[in-house]
């Protein structure tokens, strides 16, 4: 059984089994680390704003963080 990454598509190889030709979905590595990233963006977030705060939050930082991005 040929094994493929969901979100990425990339072969992982293959899995043992009778069931030649058929396809099996999993995560890759890659694919996983950047799941979990994107988990702990809120955290990683509030950790940053913490230690700008702790350090001194300059005028310039705040112009950074309140002005609206334009897309």
Same mark, same amino acid.
């Given at each position: 059984m040929k094994r493929v #990454?969901?979100?990425c598509g990339s072969d992982m190889g293959e899995?043992?089994?009778n069931h030649t030709g058929e396809i099996f979905h999993s995560v890759c590595d890659k #694919?996983?680390?950047r799941l979990r990233l994107e988990?702990?963006?809120p955290e990683l977030l509030l950790a940053i704003v913490a230690l700008r705060k702790q350090n001194g939050f300059n005028k310039e930082y705040h112009q950074i963080?309140?002005?609206p991005a334009v897309i």
């Open positions: #990454c969901y979100f899995k043992g089994g #694919c996983s680390d988990e702990r963006l963080f309140t002005t």
